[in-house]
């Protein structure tokens, strides 16, 4: 089962991010409802044997600014920036560094463990760990004549 970018809103048949990893593995790409937000980190999702890890780009986001939650299957990381400082000089200011609220969302296999799910924030890199655990098997149930 893949990590796939959760979109709620609309069908969109040739997105980008299906055109680039084809439909089996969509994910972190920013799609219209994330563009909403003030500014997209950028989002890595590696697949391990027996874990997912999430890695979004968040320098200058303190970790209480940060909001990791999981509902209905969908996984959200969201916050925001403030701006540290202004520089102005002679009245000319100059502003590269984005701020504001940032939101990135992405609906989860059936196959995680979401009890288990995890999240550190190192040097402005979150890395959210999301364990799997083992894909039920179908049951067989026998029928018994009455």
Do not use: C
């Amino acid at each position: 089962m893949n990590v796939i970018r959760y979109t709620p809103t609309r069908y969109r048949p040739f997105s980008r991010s299906q055109r680039l990893f084809g439909a089996g593995f969509v994910a972190g790409l920013p799609g219209d409802e994330d563009r909403a937000s003030g500014w997209l980190p950028s989002v890595d999702i590696q697949e391990e044997d027996q874990r997912y890890v999430v890695h979004a780009d968040l320098p200058g986001v303190a970790p209480e600014d940060i909001e990791v939650t999981l509902e209905d299957g969908v996984l959200a990381i969201q916050g925001s920036r403030s701006a540290a400082s202004d520089e102005e000089k002679e009245g000319y200011r100059h502003v590269e560094r984005v701020t504001g609220r940032f939101q990135r969302r992405f609906r989860l296999p059936d196959t995680t463990d979401a009890a288990a799910i995890s999240a550190v924030n190192r040097n402005g890199v979150l890395e959210v760990s999301i364990p799997k655990q083992e894909k039920l098997q179908p049951q067989r149930i026998e029928v018994q004549a009455s």
